[in-house]
């Protein structure tokens, strides 16, 4: 047998982080047994769907290693759709399915709860279809049902407690149960790997795989991914998207190892390792079925030991949109002709051990780039103090008067300023790194001051002399 998954998005909003982490894993099951990975869209809702969402998600999946190409599909469930209404009549037609004119109201008149199910009411008044008449599967009475689950083991769900389920609504078009059955037989799907919030549809689905007369595939439901709050990350209270992270400068190597590492961990006592150990010692099996915490610290944490584990050319390619700007990336306070690549050159590996995620390169080096920094001004107000001008007067003598312009002798100048002033280094420093860069933190303050310059340096810091009294 050959192993056939699927990853099925519904292109109804961003990518969602939960999602990515089961495509991951449908991926990596796929090779590791010399499978195929299916990408079909669940475009069957056409008043959510819209086209940028499609390729929000092909773009989502290229980023993150599962590039176009290197599956099979895309594949859009509308096309199916003629498939799913033959399967709703062959169940109707194996007196597997009855027609039901009850409407919610009746039911619930009739039960005299909100909450029961629906009580069967027409399984034997042998409705013919026609408008407004839901098709429901008749569940069978007795017995079990047992979801065999190579996470979970196997759940058993008692078959009188599940209710007789529609699967076409009145207008006949089939309900996600099953024309998501019907494209996995179609595709001729082995293993579905997703995630547990489908688990209570399994054994309805389960039915109807059985009731088609195909084999069902294997199951394996993986955990539920929360926050800290041990909620489930939902796109309305928590940040879930991947494209926010990608455009937030997460490298997509950092994202993927730590997206596996939610539910499953690799061997040694080790958290980041190279793609191709995940690959290999992955096992499904193994994945824990407790919910998963998505630790955005954590992950940030992650991204900046990927980040410094880059050589220095390669981290400054990866900034560069974030100097740019790209359609999702907003622009730098700089304009183009502003930016000195050779000045970025000498300040990105200092850069480099300081940021965690790429966006945070911009109010790092903005101070290179324009004629005079952002001033931050809660900064400004903390650092320029009392006699401040009488430092400032004097750091700009003491840079003036240097023969040679670079970070040790810009140290120096400025140590024995603070000296003279019985003030440490940090103390001394810290109206010259407002008044030139317009921070009280970022890049070691002297290469920084040899990197821009002694007429810009001196500029800014007259500047800034001039607004003190």
Not at 76 to 103: I, K, M, P, W
Not at 272 to 278: E, F, Y
Not at 315 to 336: S, Y
Request: hydrophobic content about 45%.
């Amino acid at each position: 047998m050959t192993v056939r998954v699927r990853f099925a998005p519904s292109p109804t909003g961003m990518f969602h982080v939960g999602g990515a982490r089961s495509a991951l894993q449908n991926w990596i099951y796929a090779k590791q047994h010399g499978g195929v990975f299916v990408l079909r869209i669940e475009d069957t809702d056409a008043a959510r769907n819209r086209p940028e969402w499609t390729e929000g998600i092909l773009s989502a999946l290229d980023w993150i290693g599962i590039e176009r190409g290197s599956y099979e599909g895309p594949y859009f469930q509308s096309v199916n759709a003629g498939e799913h209404r033959a399967a709703a009549q062959r169940l109707h037609g194996a007196g597997r399915a009855y027609y039901c004119d009850c409407t919610r109201e009746a039911v619930q008149a009739r039960t005299g709860s909100t909450y029961s199910g629906y009580d069967g009411f027409c399984r034997d008044r042998n409705l013919p279809a026609g408008e407004g008449r839901a098709l429901r599967f008749r569940t069978p009475d007795e017995g079990e049902t047992v979801v065999v689950d190579l996470i979970r083991g196997a759940p058993t769900f008692e078959n009188r407690l599940i209710e007789d389920f529609v699967i076409a609504r009145g207008d006949g078009s089939p309900v996600f149960l099953l024309a998501n059955v019907v494209d996995d037989q179609v595709m001729g799907i082995t293993h579905v790997i997703r995630a547990e919030e489908h688990l209570p549809n399994t054994p309805k689905q389960q039915l109807l795989w059985e009731a088609l007369g195909v084999r069902p595939p294997v199951w394996a439901h993986v955990p539920v991914v929360v926050n800290e709050k041990r909620q489930k990350l939902s796109k309305r209270r928590d940040k879930v998207a991947l494209e926010a992270y990608r455009d937030d400068g997460y490298l997509p190597s950092a994202m993927r190892n730590y997206l596996m590492l939610l539910g499953w961990a690799p061997s040694g006592n080790r958290e980041i390792v190279p793609w191709s150990v995940i690959e290999s010692e992955f096992r499904l099996a193994e994945v824990n079925p407790s919910p998963a915490f998505f630790d955005e610290k954590k992950l940030r944490a992650f991204n900046g030991e990927y980040l410094r584990a880059l050589p220095v050319a390669e981290f400054v390619e990866a900034c560069r949109p974030w100097l740019t700007g790209t359609a999702t990336i907003p622009p730098p306070p700089w304009q183009p002709a502003e930016f000195d690549a050779e000045a970025f050159a000498a300040v990105a590996p200092l850069a480099q051990t300081r940021i965690a995620v790429l966006s945070e390169i911009v109010p790092n080096v903005d101070f290179l780039f324009l004629a005079f920094p952002l001033i931050d001004e809660a900064a400004w107000a903390k650092t320029m103090k009392e006699g401040t001008g009488d430092l400032l007067d004097a750091t700009v003598a003491a840079f003036d008067g240097l023969a040679d312009w670079n970070a040790e002798n810009l140290k120096s100048a400025l140590e024995a300023v603070g000296a003279e002033r019985g003030l440490k280094l940090g103390k001394a420093q810290a109206p010259a790194r407002v008044a030139v860069t317009g921070r009280t933190v970022g890049l070691p303050l002297f290469e920084s001051l040899a990197v821009l310059g002694r007429e810009s340096t001196l500029a800014r810091l007259r500047a800034a002399r001039v607004r003190l009294p």
